[in-house]
């Protein structure tokens, strides 16, 4: 583990300033998400699924009060000391770097949601995970990425804003280097001046085919937003790939 606490997420994720600055987020609309791709999939209720990069564990815990035995893992030990309060006989939460094989041969499908994806600088990482999920995934399990639709990101990329959260003023600057978007935060706490910057690679559509391929998946389907509707790299906000272990 120790090798991530010069990567970036490592850092930023498990600071208080993280949770304030997201804290808006639509989580109505998440579970939204769940419920259409829990209906769509039609899991057997006796599915053990996996929540890869799960946060604070909310959409762990939504899926499972839809009625499956779920395990939710992150690299943040602070995310996953706040999801240890859910846990309960089918809801377990771990602190694992998702580049590493958490169980073999153990999930009827892993959730991989809200651009939790293409992190690392090396894109070698890319594939390390793919191919330690499909370890991690039964003969025919299922693989669901929801990422951002980086070709609509990048075509409305807001290079510069301002947001007041809790008395703090977050001041953000986006930009784009030819592989990755860079997010660079800047703000002041209590006379202390900080800076945080988030980069996540601009992954398009053919790039996880490729190496869904190569990782031993066959990709299913693919959908452009939360209500399932048909992927449009112009117009879709997000990128869902549906794959199954070959």
Known sequence: M??????????????????????????????????????????PKDSNCLDLACGKGRHAVFINKKGYSVTGVDLSENSIQEAKPFEREDLKFEVHDMREV?????????FNLFTSFGYFENQGDNLKVLESINEMLVDDGVLVIDFMNAEFVLDNLVKEETKTLDGIQFHITRNYD??????????????????????VQ??????????????????????????????????SDRLIIIARKK
């Open 2 to 43: 120790g090798r991530n606490k010069t990567e970036w997420f490592a850092t930023w994720f498990d600071t208080k300033y993280y949770h304030i600055l997201y804290q808006n987020r639509d989580f109505k609309e998440a579970e939204r998400f769940i419920t259409n791709l829990l209906n769509h999939l039609k899991l």
């Open 102 to 110: 958490f169980k073999t041969n153990a999930y009827d499908a892993v």
């Open 178 to 199: 030819g592989s990755h978007i860079f997010k660079h935060i800047t703000f002041s706490d209590d006379g202390e001046n900080f800076s945080f910057q988030e980069r």
């Open 202 to 235: 601009a992954l398009k559509k053919e790039d996880f085919e490729m190496l869904l391929d190569k990782a031993g998946f066959t990709v299913v389907e693919s959908f452009g937003d939360f209500s399932l509707s048909p992927f449009d790299k112009h117009k």
